[in-house]
């Protein structure tokens, strides 16, 4: 039973395929046709030419007691197959023809001698002896040699393709496993028109796309060019993507590379793809590294649980030693993608090294509208759809989840067999990507439906009526991925800071599930756990994060990271027993405190609470017009928009 704002777990969106073996019109597929056709047409072949001449089939025995009467005159010998001529009779002027087999690579004379045909007799028998030269018998003779050849040839150039394809795909251990973009790869390449929104990131980037384009300008007058540039933002922000539209703007090589790919089981592989890594990419310079995820080799060296992990240690140090041997007019620009920036080395962002650092925030609304825009080039819409509400009703989301989103409506829309995206199926699949399909076969009971419904009601009407809360736009029963229902609230406006007050609202928010089914029922379930471990995180980060408590005041106790198990964290500190007590005191106080201020809501609106607890147990789900319709005859005032008021 969440109360879900702003936190969707982020969406990986999955490379586009290589052709293969199942795309149209393929080489592959064409040869494989070319081969099928030959082997149709030497079997029509076989049985045209060879025994399909229409005569009757004799025994060779028959063959042998004909020749000892006399009555053949000519036999020819095509492989094993007998045609056997007739004299003349004197009932007819052709001559009659008769096929036979003799036995397989014995002589015509042996196999007759052994029918006891006289030789006096046999010799006035005209034989032929043909060789046999047909297609069909070549084919059949050496297609066992040729096919398996041909079956060999066609793997060795699939797999040469392959590694090209890939881009030099490892075959080895110690080679890097880089993907490689070439500029002439028309079909994956990347523009900033591709990227919507992050106005000041492209902006910064722009220069080392100048750079790239034009080293020389830069290089004359003598201008250092970063070498390093680091990608800092939420996962699915869009680094990735821009690290590629740098390449593609300024039309240089793409290598890329995560940074888990480096970590293997044996030490010194890392280090080893890393020097391979440069040195390709130095080949193909002008060039760009593109090290995805560097805090799974980036992270603070030294300490940790377990002590150390070497290899990673190792392989940060080649990176870092690379990028140290790098002359200016190498043209190769590393670019690294982080969302933990909080846990990099130091030794990582020293000037000569990743010194340029470019943050990606989330997207605010005209972003969004943007992203939302780009992603829906290709597919048709409806006439209702306005991407500027679906803006509206996403903060929080980030460029990766509006792409699942467009990608979910048009899902929805081809299930129900419609050829267009309607807004409606824009608006649910935007609950689907925050919250995970509806889980309508979860059968409640009779009595945890009212739990459940108490519940949602609780976190709502807190919702509504604290001041700093945010607006509700949705309420329901239904389950949706992990949660047995939820309540949808969200801000009119992004917002960038957050107030002490606000959280404090949120807590008591979060706190609503739990008095509700401690008021109304007498008793708790397993529902609100995960309310109260986000409350009580909440808590503990305004104590010791943002300086939000009266006992400690202005201190900062713990880094952005809060404390990491492997490697530390820059700011991190043991505390003294005394402290550690002390915060679990403060955060008490905040959730006791914020709890009464739940209790005060619903004691004060139980009607309200009942009127919504009994709309839901009949409908599963309430939107924003009926919810505040509700509150209205309840006499509590909903909140309003600036414009709307
Ligand atoms: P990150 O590397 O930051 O996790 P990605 O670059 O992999 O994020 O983004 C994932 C996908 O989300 C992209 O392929 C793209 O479809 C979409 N996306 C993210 N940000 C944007 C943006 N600003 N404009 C357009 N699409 C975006
Ligand atoms: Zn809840
Ligand atoms: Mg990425």
């Known amino acids: 039973m969440d109360t879900p704002k702003n936190k969707k777990p982020a969406r990986k ?9 199942g795309s149209p019109m393929s080489p592959i597929s064409k040869i494989a046709n070319a081969i099928f056709i030959l082997i149709i047409v030497s079997v029509l072949y076989s049985v045209v030419f060879s025994g399909g001449s229409g005569n009757e089939q004799i025994s060779i025995s028959q063959v042998a007691s004909d020749v000892n009467a006399g009555l053949v005159s000519k036999i020819d010998v095509s492989g094993d197959n ?9 009932t007819s002027t052709a001559p009659a023809m008769k096929d036979s087999k003799k036995e397989e690579g014995v002589a015509l004379t042996t196999t007759l001698a052994n029918y006891k045909v006289d030789p006096a007799k046999l010799d006035k028998v005209d034989i032929t002896i043909e060789s046999d030269t047909g297609f069909t018998y070549w084919f059949v003779n050496l297609a066992p040699f ?22 030099m795909q490892a075959m080895t251990f110690g080679q890097s496993k880089a993907r490689i973009i070439l500029p002439t790869d028309k079909k994956q390449r990347v523009t900033f028109a591709d990227v919507a929104g992050a106005k000041e990131a492209k902006e910064e980037l722009a220069e080392v796309v100048d750079f790239l384009r034009n080293p020389k300008k830069f290089l004359d007058i003598g201008a250092k060019i970063p070498k390093g540039i680091l990608l800092m933002g939420a996962p699915g922000t869009g680094k990735t993507l821009l690290a590629r539209a740098v390449a593609g703007e300024a039309g240089v090589a793409f290598f890329s590379i995560s940074g ?9 592989v890392g280090a080893s793809r890393v020097r391979d890594l440069f040195k390709m990419a130095k080949s193909a310079a002008p060039a760009i590294i593109f090290i995805d995820e560097i805090d799974a080799v980036g992270r603070i060296r030294g300490g940790g649980v377990g002590g150390g992990n070497d290899e990673r240690e190792q392989t940060l140090n080649q990176i870092l030693v690379e990028m140290d041997g790098f002359e200016q007019n190498e043209k190769v620009i590393v670019m690294a993608a982080t969302n933990r920036p909080d846990v990099l080395d130091t030794a990582l962002l020293r000037p000569g090294r990743f010194d340029r650092r470019v943050i990606i925030d989330l997207p605010d609304r005209n972003d969004r509208e943007a992203i939302l825009k780009v992603h829906s080039k290709e597919k048709p819409f409806a006439e209702d759809v306005n991407l500027r509400v679906i803006a509206e009703r996403t903060p929080g989301f980030s460029g990766a989840d509006l792409y699942s989103l467009m ?13 267009k995206v309607s807004q ?19 059968i409640l009971s009779k009595k945890e439906k009212e739990i459940t419904a108490y519940h949602e009601a ?14 509700v736009h949705k309420v329901s029963i239904i389950a949706r991925g992990r949660a047995g229902g939820y309540t949808l609230h969200l801000p009119f406006e992004d917002k960038r800071l957050q107030s002490r007050k606000e959280f404090l609202d949120d807590i008591a928010v979060s706190l609503g599930g739990y008095v509700a089914e401690k008021t109304v029922f007498g008793d708790i379930t397993t529902g609100p756990s995960n309310d109260l471990s986000v409350a009580t995180a909440l808590a503990r980060d305004m104590v010791t994060k943002y300086g939000m408590s009266e006992k400690f005041g202005p201190v900062a106790l713990e880094g952005e990271g809060g404390r990491a198990m492997f490697g530390k964290g820059v700011e991190d500190k043991e505390y003294s027993d005394k402290v550690n007590a002390d915060i679990d005191a403060e955060v008490e106080k905040i959730m006791n405190t914020n ?28 939107e924003r017009e009926e919810f505040e319709k509700i509150l209205v005859a309840n006499g509590i005032t909903p909140k309003k928009k600036e414009e709307e008021k």
């Open 13 to 21: 969106t999955g490379g586009k395929g290589k052709p293969g073996f």
């Open 82 to 90: 007998l045609t056997v001529t007739y004299a003349t009779s004197s």
């Open 146 to 167: 040729v096919i398996p050849l041909i079956v060999i040839g066609i793997f060795a150039w699939l797999l040469m393709r392959q590694m090209k394809g890939a881009g």
């Open 260 to 268: 888990s790919e480096f970590v293997e089981m044996f030490v010194g």
């Open 407 to 419: 990608n979910e409506g048009a899902i929805l829309a081809a299930r129900e067999g419609r050829v």
């Open 424 to 442: 409606f199926d824009l608006i649910r699949s935007i609950e689907k990507v925050m919250m995970g399909p509806e889980r309508k076969s979860h």
């Open 458 to 471: 609780g976190h709502a009407l807190v919702s509504s009526v604290l001041p700093h809360a945010d607006p």
């Open 595 to 622: 709890m009464k201020r739940a209790e005060a809501v619903i004691t004060e609106h139980k009607k309200a609470l009942d009127a919504i607890a009994k709309r839901l147990i009949e409908t599963e789900t309430i």
